[in-house]
């Protein structure tokens, strides 16, 4: 059982920044995709940013929405996922969930943490 464990989220004013970080529970070179992913009330689960492991080093994907102020990183040593999110602003403020996906031969199994609340106050 993969388990997925977020901390640092919190209250912060706009502007301000926050790194939420993600401990995986099994070696992360198991993982094809690791991300986040953010639920405002009301709204439906949103991608926020994700980080596909590769030969090369990876590669990173953004929403339009966070590019330039939010930036996902990974530490295999640590098996953890963090998001720094700079010049955060009041539509930042959502339940940021922690994905992570494995690819099997026969289908791709899904793995989520319970989320952790961050708000920003205008």
């Known amino acids: 059982q993969v388990q997925l464990v977020e901390s640092g989220g919190g209250l912060v004013q706009a502007g301000g920044s926050l790194r939420v970080s993600c401990q995986v529970s099994?070696?992360?070179?198991?993982?094809?995709?690791m991300g986040w992913y953010r639920q405002a009330p009301g709204k439906q689960r949103e991608l926020v940013a994700t980080?596909?492991?590769?030969?090369?080093?990876?590669?990173?994907n953004y929403a339009d929405s966070v590019k330039g102020r939010f930036t996902i990183s990974v530490d295999y040593a640590k098996n953890s996922v963090y998001l720094q999110m700079n010049s955060l602003k009041p539509e930042d403020t959502a339940v940021y969930y922690c994905h992570a996906d494995s690819k099997t031969a026969w289908a791709t199994l899904d793995y989520w943490g319970q989320g952790t609340q961050v708000t920003v106050s205008s």
């Open positions: 099994i070696s992360m070179h198991s993982l094809n995709v």
């Open positions: 980080y596909t492991s590769g030969g090369s080093g990876g590669s990173t």
